[in-house]
């Protein structure tokens, strides 16, 4: 079973990118990853995913046009940049893992990924 550990939440300045990533054991380059996020009183919402080479992003609607994910399969990590962070983006972050013989990034619901880490806070103050 592989571990997976975001880092990188914290405070951040409305208007300020945040930048997250998520390190994973085990056989890397086998899954798609995705990065879902869950704000206090709200449901789990699904941010964006990576294919599992890192050629093709899928983004969630309420982050189109202001999210870049990305992915280093030698260091076994994949990586979330949000530009322009709103108070509304404040949320528990959390990547996870899909063991995938596709390479495609549209694996968006929870139930699409079979692992998941312990999730990071992100708070955007304005």
């Known amino acids: 079973q592989p571990q997976l550990v975001e880092s990188g939440g914290g405070l951040v300045q409305a208007g300020d990118s945040l930048r997250l990533s998520c390190t994973v054991s085990g056989p890397f380059n086998t899954y798609a990853m995705g990065w879902f996020r869950q704000a206090p009183g709200s449901e789990r919402e699904f941010v964006g995913s990576i294919s599992r080479d890192g050629s093709s992003t899928y983004d969630g609607d309420s982050v189109k046009g202001r999210l870049t994910i990305s992915r280093e399969n030698a260091k076994n990590t994949v990586y979330l940049e949000l530009n322009t962070s709103e108070p509304e983006d404040t949320a528990v972050y959390f990547c996870?893992?899909?063991?995938?013989?596709?390479?495609?990034?549209?694996?968006?619901?929870?139930?699409?990924?079979?692992?998941w880490g312990q999730g990071t806070q992100v708070t955007v103050t304005a």
């Open positions: 996870a893992a899909r063991r995938s013989l596709l390479n495609t990034p549209v694996y968006i619901t929870i139930s699409d990924y079979d692992y």
